[in-house]
């Protein structure tokens, strides 16, 4: 399985836009770039992924290096319900493998 | 939808006890999966499975078994539980490279 690089922790403020970046320099065609989060006492949850293209959903974008070898999880107005342990996975196989992820820290 | 169900939420076995972690999901999703989380820790896929029939090894299955005779249940046996096999079990469905959905976790304790 191919590799991604995040940072382990970031700290942001609250209704701030957050960026969240991912390394995958060794991304193959056909993987998908995939982001889970989760939250303190839970279990994860999936948030967006996208192949080549930037992608928008309720709850984040998903922008994608025209290389593909990063991508930027958006969170446009952070909100203290969003502090949680963010994944970056590429998923070309049939496994889903976590790494270790990066903790999100909101300030009021 | 109830989406990924597992049972029970909490267990605690003795050592070299037996126990089945059920997971079922009403998406007809053909991808499952079970991970163990011990505290503080990242998640690591034990076993998982893309259809009915088909099981194959993640990156800890040591001590687990499972079987995927439907696709709505993927059920997770531990045998001769050991105090290292203490963490929380998650298992999660997938309709192929989609995202995939999760279950609210089996904490287990061995002692």
């Known amino acids: 399985d191919a590799k991604t690089t995040q940072p382990n922790s970031m700290e942001s403020n609250e209704e701030e836009p957050v960026h969240l970046p991912c390394n995958h320099s060794?991304?193959?065609?056909?993987?998908?770039i995939h982001w889970y989060r989760q939250l303190p006492s839970q279990g994860p949850e999936y948030v967006i992924h996208?192949?080549?293209s930037n992608v928008n959903n309720r709850m984040a974008s998903l922008a994608i290096a025209e290389d593909r070898k990063s991508s930027t999880l958006i969170l446009h107005r952070a909100t203290l319900r969003d502090a949680a342990v963010y994944y970056c996975?590429?998923?070309?196989?049939?496994?889903?493998?976590f790494g270790q992820g990066t903790r999100l820290t909101i300030n009021p | 939808n109830a989406g990924v169900t597992q049972t029970p939420k909490f267990r605690i076995l003795k050592i070299g006890q037996s126990m089945t972690l059920q997971c079922t999901q009403d998406?007809?999703?053909?991808?499952m999966y079970w991970y163990r989380q011990d505290p503080g820790m990242g998640l690591k896929l034990i076993y998982y499975?893309?259809?009915?029939?088909?099981?194959d090894k993640g990156e800890v299955p040591n001590g687990y078994n499972v079987s995927r005779s439907t696709t709505e249940d993927f059920p997770l046996r531990l045998e001769l539980a050991a105090p290292s096999q203490t963490s929380v079990y998650f298992c999660?469905?997938?309709?192929?490279?989609?995202?995939?959905?999760f279950g609210q976790g089996t904490r287990l304790t061995v002692v």
């Open positions: 999660a469905s997938s309709y192929s490279l989609t995202g995939a959905f």
């Open positions: 060794t991304i193959s065609g056909t993987d998908y």
């Open positions: 998406m007809n999703h053909n991808y």
């Open positions: 499975s893309v259809g009915a029939g088909i099981t």
């Open positions: 996975i590429l998923r070309g196989a049939q496994k889903l493998v």
């Open positions: 996208g192949l080549t």
